[in-house]
């Protein structure tokens, strides 16, 4: 397979507007040991988002509208890929640390498509020995998540999809950075266009009409 050619660079990072107001904290001088513990004691809560950074600790409890835009590019993206008839797994917000590079991060959500049979069959990922999702979905309506690329980066997730409230951004990553480009690699199909389009449609529509909706739409595109 080919490399996309980049069509632009990551934007500079700017203040997002809160829509409400985010449930977000930054501790410095945090040691690793601390980290791990506060893992294991949030392993069975489902909202605070640990990322760590060398002794930075941030703690994100994502809003109500995160967290439906989060789940809608979720399922777009089970959907596509069972009409596809490609194999994923969803691993959610799972934790995804490496002690060597000192760096830790949860995902809105995550997927392995492209490196899905190596993995296949365990319950538990571990970094380095296992790859990085393939896959990342960030939601910024209420705060930015370009201050954790260069952690994706580093643990070599080949892509991530932004949504800034406005639109979706596809980013491969190319060189140790990531640059924007219109059409998704993990699934092809996808187009950072279509992405948007089906993500405001998601929370106009009824579900049911939604999914009977974008179901067609792959049928038809798919047989291009």
């Not at 967290?67 to 890929?81: C, K, P, Q, S």
């Not at 194999?87 to 997927?111: H, Q, W």
């Amino acid at each position: 397979m080919q490399t996309q050619a980049a069509t632009s660079s990551p934007p500079i990072e700017q203040p997002v507007e809160p829509r409400e107001l985010p449930q977000r904290v930054i501790l410095r001088g945090i040691s690793w040991q601390t980290y791990e513990s506060l893992l294991a004691d949030l392993a069975e809560c489902s909202g605070p988002r640990l990322t760590f950074d060398h002794g930075v600790l941030e703690i994100m409890s994502p809003t109500f509208e995160h967290d439906e835009y989060n789940r809608i590019l979720a399922l777009l993206v089970e959907v596509v890929a069972e009409e596809m008839h490609i194999s994923v797994r969803n691993f959610g917000s799972a934790t995804f640390k490496r002690l060597d590079l000192v760096k830790g991060f949860e995902p809105d959500s995550c997927f392995y498509i492209q490196s899905v049979s190596r993995i296949r069959g365990k319950r538990k990922v571990e970094l380095p020995q296992d790859p990085p999702p393939d896959l990342l979905i960030e939601i910024d309506v209420t705060s930015s998540s370009l201050g954790r690329f260069p952690i994706f980066a580093q643990v070599g997730a080949p892509e991530v999809w932004r949504y800034d409230g406005s639109q979706v951004q596809i980013l491969l990553l190319a060189n140790g950075q990531y640059q924007i480009v219109e059409r998704s690699t993990a699934l092809p199909l996808l187009t950072a266009t279509m992405l948007t389009e089906f993500l405001e449609a998601g929370i106009e529509l009824d579900r049911l009409e939604w999914l009977g909706r974008l179901r067609s739409w792959v049928r038809q595109h798919n047989k291009a």
